[in-house]
């Protein structure tokens, strides 16, 4: 069972800046690709951005060039750089990862999610 917590979390100014943290636990497990998404109220869940375990980059389009993914694989870290965030950036944001277990026909992949945190961005 792999943990995920989320910090960074809080209230900005449109134009501000936020940085995101995940950890996933325990450390010794391997993680394939991470992820963030987000929900607003009244709205499905939608990818912000996502990083292999190679380091191949997907972004939101909404997110794109204001916001930066990384991830410190041999801490099992994964961050979200938030810049000149508007309101429509408020949202609970979820870190995500998932793992594989086993090979060929017998590989499982794994599923996790954080518990969420908050980021609002007042005008």
């Known amino acids: 069972q792999v943990l995920l917590h989320e910090s960074g979390g809080g209230t900005v100014q449109v134009g501000g800046s936020l940085k995101l943290s995940c950890v996933a636990s325990?450390?010794?497990?391997?993680?394939?690709?991470c992820a963030w998404y987000r929900q607003a109220p009244g709205q499905q869940r939608e990818l912000v951005a996502a990083?292999?375990?190679?380091?191949?980059?997907n972004y939101g389009d909404s997110v794109k060039g204001r916001f930066t993914i990384s991830r410190e694989s041999d801490k099992n870290m994964m961050y979200l750089q938030m810049n000149n965030l508007n309101v429509d950036d408020t949202a609970v944001y979820y870190c995500y990862a998932d793992r594989t277990t086993g090979k060929g026909g017998n590989a499982r992949t794994d599923h996790y999610w954080g518990q969420g945190t908050q980021v609002t961005v007042s005008s």
């Open positions: 990083i292999s375990r190679d380091g191949s980059i």
């Open positions: 325990p450390i010794t497990f391997r993680l394939n690709a």
